[in-house]
């Protein structure tokens, strides 16, 4: 939980008792895994919230060219 809690690479390395990043990568990747599904989850959200923005106007905006 020290990632997800802002501390820095080298505090929790240092805190864990770990010689290297490696180990420390190695044994946080949780984490870092964590980290990752809290961003899909948030760019999924906001990708519907955009849709359903488009959606509320049928007409999709030209940027002033027409189509046919």
Do not use: C, I
Not at 13 to 33: E, I, N, P, Q, R
Not at 35 to 46: C, D, I, K, S
């Amino acid at each position: 939980m020290w990632f997800a809690n802002n501390m820095s690479e080298y505090d929790v390395m240092t805190l864990a008792g770990h010689s290297s990043f490696a180990a420390t990568h190695k044994f946080y990747l949780a984490v870092a895994d964590d980290l990752v599904h809290r961003a899909r989850v948030a760019t999924a959200q906001g990708l519907r919230q955009k849709l359903v923005h488009f959606g509320a106007h049928p007409e999709p905006p030209t940027h002033g060219f027409s189509v046919r």
